[in-house]
């Protein structure tokens, strides 16, 4: 059965926007989103919520959540599904796709590189991450719980590629952390 | 607008939802009056109004061109397993969630015979005869001129 999106689709939908906005700006704050809808499992309500704020029939998208997620997902945004190398936002409930294949932008536009959208087990003010870079004053920590094995190195790999590059949004429950490309994990 | 409303390649659900479409909501309440109450619904998106593009086609080979936007309302909802579309025209919020709410109910199988015979069957028949009765006001002013062959 489909569940709703946002009750109140452009409210709601702003102040999605902005938490993800709060949260690029500030790499590894742990931002709350309310309200957000409750989209069929497995994806997570801050899931929903980006999916229902960011995505439209032209932002082509990655999933990995199953049929109901994918009805839900098309019903309430529109956009149309993409392999995960064409995608522009990439939603993973479990692991996922090698990072070095997805759509890092190009040199002329590197804002077309794809935003990496990700569940994980639990998100900490306080943990094994220390961060550094743009947005944060010295260095800030943050504890997440469930990231797929060789993640960060992945990750680490793509930073010769500056500035084309990933941009990745922890998921957990209605809260989410940002770790923009230009952030640097120490 | 250009199906007929019994052309045979039409499946039930169309032809109950362009009759509804085309009820107003005074229309729709009223013979919503003879049957049992709905089950409630949940709104899943709408009732929003927006523009559509119209397209037309001038004779068979032309090329499709945007005739003009039309305004129109759409809404969908949920009621228990089933899911109910409305899009109609005009900005009427309620119409197109009553709609919306009757397209799901006649997915079920227990409400479906009922809504059929009180609202579906008499939209459908005003209007047809509506339709016809337009169509013979028309038909009055039609002027046959002479053809060369004929004017002697």
């Known amino acids: 059965m489909m569940q709703p999106g946002f009750a109140d689709p452009v409210l709601d939908a702003q102040s999605a926007f902005r938490a993800v906005l709060e949260a690029l700006s500030h790499p590894g704050r742990i931002i709350p989103i309310a309200p957000a809808p409750i989209p069929p499992a497995p994806l997570s309500p801050a899931m929903g919520a980006l999916a229902l704020a960011l995505c439209d029939a032209d932002t082509p998208v990655w999933q990995d959540g199953g049929a109901q997620a994918a009805d839900w997902l098309r019903f309430h945004t529109g956009a149309p599904f993409a392999e995960a190398p064409a995608a522009m936002f990439l939603f993973a409930t479990g692991r996922p796709p090698a990072l070095s294949t997805l759509n890092l932008g190009t040199d002329e536009v590197p804002q077309d590189g794809a935003t990496l959208v990700l569940n994980v087990a639990s998100l900490k003010a306080q943990g094994t991450l220390r961060l550094r870079g743009p947005g944060i004053k010295d260095e800030v920590s943050l504890g997440v719980e469930g990231l797929p094995e060789n993640f960060l190195a992945e990750r680490a790999a793509l930073r010769p590629h500056f500035p084309r590059g990933l941009d990745i949004v922890f998921c957990c429950g209605a809260q989410i952390a940002a770790l923009p490309r230009t952030t640097e994990v120490i | 607008m250009t199906n007929a409303p019994t052309s045979p390649d039409r499946t039930d659900r169309q032809i109950w939802m362009s009759v509804l479409a085309r009820a107003s909501a005074e229309a729709l309440r009223e013979h919503?009056?003879?049957?049992?109450?709905?089950?409630?619904?949940?709104?899943?998106?709408?009732?929003?109004?927006?523009?559509?593009?119209?397209?037309?086609?001038?004779?068979?080979?032309?090329?499709?061109?945007?005739?003009?936007?039309?305004?129109?309302?759409?809404?969908?909802?949920?009621?228990?397993?089933?899911?109910?579309?409305?899009?109609?025209?005009?900005?009427?919020?309620?119409?197109?969630?009553?709609?919306?709410?009757i397209d799901a109910a006649l997915q079920n199988p227990e409400l479906r015979d009922a809504l059929m015979a009180s609202v579906v069957e008499p939209l459908a028949a005003s209007q047809d005869s509506a339709r016809a009765e337009t169509a013979r006001k028309a038909e009055a002013t039609r002027v046959n001129f002479f053809t060369m062959a004929t004017m002697r």
């Open chain 2, 32 to 101: 919503l009056a003879d049957v049992p109450p709905l089950p409630a619904h949940r709104r899943l998106k709408g009732p929003d109004t927006g523009l559509v593009m119209l397209r037309g086609r001038a004779g068979g080979d032309g090329t499709a061109f945007n005739l003009m936007e039309a305004t129109v309302t759409r809404c969908t909802v949920s009621m228990g397993e089933h899911m109910g579309h409305a899009t109609v025209m005009g900005r009427d919020l309620a119409q197109a969630e009553l709609a919306a709410a």
